[in-house]
């Protein structure tokens, strides 16, 4: 008998095929990438001749990373490779969703509520977070945001909620 335990492949959804998923969908997320800046780059002005206009370098990077996304993509097709990582989606989501809060709330709701809110949205990105710790953090970099923003740089930000400045 062998000493060596069997291993049975693990079911997957996806084509047998793809011997490399991860090479696989990460060539095509850089040819969506690539796609979608020749796109957003197909009314600035190209290159004429010898003249370079302000599509030219976006056009360029565009076509370059469309053709390693290609290149990748074959890649995972043609060779062995690791099959895809399990992806932890909590941390960039809610950090996300905390800049957005704050680019949403700044204006009306002013910075200490902003700052405040959007920390500990931010805090949510993990769970371990310790939440007495946390508002104790919070409560110190909103207080030094406060004091930093208008008074050590000048900047005219609204501290309190509008409602409550009139």
């Keep these: 008998m062998s000493d060596i335990p069997s291993h049975r492949p693990e079911a997957s959804l996806l084509p047998g095929w793809i011997k490399a998923p991860q090479d696989f969908f990460g060539g095509l997320a850089l040819v969506a990438i690539a796609l979608f800046a020749?796109?957003?780059?197909?009314?600035?002005?190209?290159?004429?001749?010898f003249s370079f206009g302000a599509g030219t370098a976006p056009r360029m990077f565009g076509v370059?990373?469309?053709?390693l996304g290609v290149a990748i993509t074959v890649v995972g097709i043609l060779t062995e490779g690791p099959g895809?990582?399990?992806?932890a989606w909590r941390g960039p989501l809610f950090?996300?969703?905390?800049?957005l809060v704050f680019a949403l709330s700044i204006r009306p709701m002013g910075m200490i509520f902003?700052?405040?809110?959007?920390?500990?949205?931010?805090?949510?990105?993990?769970?371990?977070?310790?939440w007495k710790e946390t508002f104790i953090v919070g409560v110190c970099l909103t207080a030094f945001c406060a004091l930093l923003f208008p008074y050590a740089l000048g900047l005219p930000l609204q501290m309190l909620p509008s409602f409550l400045n009139r």
């Design 95 to 99: 950090v996300s969703l905390a800049i």
């Design 114 to 130: 902003s700052a405040m809110a959007s920390f500990m949205i931010a805090a949510l990105g993990t769970h371990e977070t310790r």
């Design 38 to 49: 020749l796109w957003a780059s197909s009314d600035l002005q190209g290159m004429r001749g």
């Design 84 to 87: 895809l990582a399990v992806y």
């Design 64 to 67: 370059l990373l469309l053709l």
